[in-house]
């Protein structure tokens, strides 16, 4: 059984609401089954998620990426591809919820690198539900990104929007 365990203190990625930090390691009962759970707070908003410590991989919990995983996703926002095609926005919406809940730090860099794309690159404003979807990538990728490279949010941040706004040498 290949499984990563954490301890208080430890730093861990929940696939639905980001980095959090494990308070605390409880024993529950529910339905009259005992259980072990980590109890998380999630940095981005403070709320306490439970996990069950044996059921960390079907939750999809993880250790903070490394570096160079980092440094990986980064990639994903030079290439010049786009995961959704252009089709009606109710379709690209269905594919990048899905995603984003995949837990995998490619595919939101993904559907954020396509939503940047759309800002930056065309004529039009971003919608509210890009607009919102944008921001739950980003608040789910910048922070594991800056933990694991050691920089602020706002060095990522500049980092990705630099590659949509400076004009490529490349390109040329």
């Known amino acids: 059984m290949q499984m990563s365990v954490f301890n208080v203190g430890d730093k861990a990625v929940h696939p639905a609401h980001g980095v959090g930090v494990v308070t605390g390691i409880e024993i529950r009962e529910f339905s009259g089954t005992k259980g072990s759970f980590y109890v998380l707070e999630i940095l981005e908003s403070g709320m306490k998620v439970m996990v069950p410590t044996t059921a960390i991989s ?19 926002f030079r290439s010049g591809e786009r995961a959704v095609g252009s089709g009606p926005w109710n ?28 800002k930056f690159k065309s004529d039009k404003d971003l919608s509210y539900g890009e607009r919102r979807l944008m921001d739950q990538a980003k608040s789910l990728l910048v922070r ?29």
């Open 58 to 76: 079907a939750v999809g919990l993880r250790a903070v990426m490394s570096r160079l995983e980092a440094e990986e996703v980064l990639e994903v």
């Open 144 to 172: 594991e990104i800056a933990l694991a490279k050691k920089v602020t949010e706002a060095d990522i941040e500049q980092e990705i929007e630099a590659m949509f706004t400076t004009p490529s040498v490349a390109a040329g």
């Open 91 to 118: 379709r690209r919406q269905r594919t990048y919820n899905e995603m984003i809940k995949s837990g995998s730090p490619t595919q939101v860099a993904k559907v954020l690198r396509d939503l940047y794309a759309i």
